[in-house]
């Protein structure tokens, strides 16, 4: 796989045998030499080379075949390779039928057979066609294509997951995309197959769950194991630095994540304020970096599976997961981080995944090419969001409550955000409602000064609001805030409840939750400062409180 191919289809096998010879011996080192003596396998194979990405540089096929003419095939070869070179190998007597096929199916040249000797009669033509071809190729993407259409919540979902989980993929909306629109019409699909992902390997997968997809590429969703000294659950910034310090310090450690590694942080198209990169990192290469050194270290990721029950037995902990798997461990770390807020607006449910995204700038920047966006939210993720999508989009426009961004954003990014010319802060702004018919169109403003109202294009609205904890799921009378952000440590004093559920004689480690042996860490921490390297602190730190944990059980 990689190399471009001279594909030769002839029912006569002692030709089909010279031709091949020949074509290797000249071209192997560059180009891989396929044949056949059948028609029918012959398109089934281009239809799989097609699904795989591969490139067809030149067709030879012989004229007379009893299943099909030569022409006929180097019709249909056509619709699943426009550009590719097309040769007819002919008889003498067969010189009329390639010179009409010159106009009927644009053909290349048509070979006389015999060909002898090669050098003469074969190679020059050959050598001059390819040379031709490769003035105009251009690799195709080797990996994971999606093929949908651009309004679709599904399709978005999928996108958004392999973004997550720093999988390759090459995106087709099947109302745009050439090549999109020629892979349907080769494999026949139906608007009920939409979305569709083929694997590198040329598999279909039609309207995929996303665990299926999963199993697919290789990501880890069964257990390995039934008891574990660590489980951290969340792989976010905190929970992807536990997991590396809880396996180089000799724990076995289990990492469970329910969407992909990263969290919010790893949506984050640039961070400029991390210690030690001076030039900043992407949330996706942070991501990469934290996944890799987990893994080398011997952590176990369970991706994508969720957490819905942790039991407590005989103080072992029993995580019990959607499918109702059950999971042991001896300590456990909860870094599931916060979700973005929902827009409790008019509209704006209609058009979630159709226009509409909570985060996913990086995923959705690309569709958003001369096109007006919006963003709301005045926090570092909406500003980082803001200046990805400044490349791509017309312009952009982002609406706060507020006079200004000062009081909620890092002052690198308000100076970044100043000095580009297409994005545009929208203070003192609310939206009242989100417009369109299958997808968002326009958004309705109201000035908060004046109570004006106006109407607006927009082509997408990205939201990046508030911080609600991820723990409607965490039981066990374990404390929270009004908010739902978990309590920790000597904090926990502060609430009546507290006395009548911790029966140990000793106080509360620092970041342990009000069930002993069981921490919390980062975003999802009552009182953490919302910051990639304080949670990264947070989940380090929580570590050591697990050795001081398990040393007395």
């Known amino acids: ?44 194979s281009l239809m799989d080379l097609q699904n795989k990405g591969e490139e067809v540089a030149i067709f030879i096929s012989d004229q007379r075949m009893p299943e099909m003419q030569g022409v006929d095939f180097l019709q249909k070869a056509k619709k699943i390779f426009p550009d590719a070179k097309r040769v007819l190998l002919t008889a003498y ?109 040329g598999s279909l997968m039609k309207n995929p769950k996303v665990l299926d997809i999963a199993s697919k590429i290789g990501l880890n969703a069964t257990v390995k194991q039934q008891i574990y000294d660590v489980i951290i659950i969340g792989a976010g910034p905190a929970g992807l630095a536990a997991s590396v310090y809880g396996a180089s310090e000799g724990l076995s450690t289990l990492l ?8 919010q942080a790893g949506t984050s198209s640039r961070i400029e304020n991390y210690l030690g990169f001076p030039s900043g990192l992407s949330g996706a290469d942070l991501t990469r970096r934290a996944v890799t050194q987990a893994t080398r270290f011997g952590t176990e990721i369970l991706s994508p599976q969720s957490v819905k029950e942790i039991k407590v037995k005989d103080k072992y902990k029993t995580i019990v997961l959607e499918d109702d798997t059950e999971i042991t461990a001896k300590a456990v770390v909860i ?36 096109k007006e966006v919006y963003i709301l939210g005045g926090g570092n993720s909406a500003g980082q969001a803001a200046m990805y999508l400044s490349k791509f989009a017309n312009h952009v426009y982002v609406i706060v409550r507020r006079t200004d961004l000062s009081s909620s954003m890092s002052q690198y990014l308000i100076d970044q955000i100043s000095t580009t010319e297409n994005i545009t802060i929208l203070g003192c702004t609310e939206i009242l409602e989100a417009c369109g018919e299958n997808h968002l169109q ?6 908060l000064n004046t109570n004006a109202q106006r109407s607006a294009a927009a082509d997408a609205l990205f939201i990046f609001i508030g911080a609600k904890p991820y723990t409607d799921w965490v ?13 920790t440590g000597r904090e926990m004093n502060n609430y009546k409840d507290f ?23 980062g975003d999802v921490r009552a009182g953490a400062m919302n910051r990639v390297t304080s949670a990264v602190g947070e989940g380090s730190m929580s570590i050591n409180m697990v050795h001081q944990y398990l040393s007395e059980i």
């Open 1 to 44: 796989m990689g190399l471009p191919i001279i594909f030769s289809i002839d029912d006569d096998a002692q030709v089909l045998r010279a031709i091949t010879r020949d074509l290797k011996t000249k071209y192997r080192d560059t180009y891989r030499v396929l044949s056949t003596d059948s028609v029918k396998e012959a398109l089934e």
């Open 93 to 201: 007597s067969d010189t009329d039928a390639a010179i009409k096929a010159i106009n009927d199916v644009q053909l290349d040249y048509y070979l006389m057979k015999p060909w002898d000797p090669p050098e003469e009669k074969l190679y020059p033509a050959i050598d001059d066609l390819l040379n031709d071809w490769q003035a105009d190729y251009r690799p195709d993407f080797k990996g994971i294509k999606v093929i949908g259409y651009q309004f679709s919540p599904k399709s978005h979902q999928i996108k958004d997951f392999l973004y997550g989980n720093l999988i390759p993929y090459t995106w087709m909306d099947i109302e745009t995309s050439e090549q999109g629109k020629l892979i349907c019409s080769t494999n026949h699909f139906e608007t009920a197959d939409f979305p569709v992902v083929i694997l590198e390997d």
């Open 256 to 263: 469970i994540e329910r969407k992909a590694p990263g969290g």
């Open 335 to 370: 870094t599931t981080g916060v979700d973005y807020r929902k827009l409790e607006t008019q509209g704006i449910e209609d058009f979630t995944g159709k226009g509409v995204y909570y985060g996913a700038a990086n995923t959705e920047a690309t569709s958003c090419g001369n």
């Open 442 to 447: 326009g958004l309705k403003l109201v000035d």
């Open 475 to 487: 039981g066990l009378e374990i404390i929270k805030n009004s908010k739902g952000f978990i309590e």
């Open 499 to 521: 006395k009548r559920v911790w029966k140990v004689d000793r106080d509360p480690y620092l970041l342990e939750t009000s069930s002993p042996g069981i921490f919390a860490a």
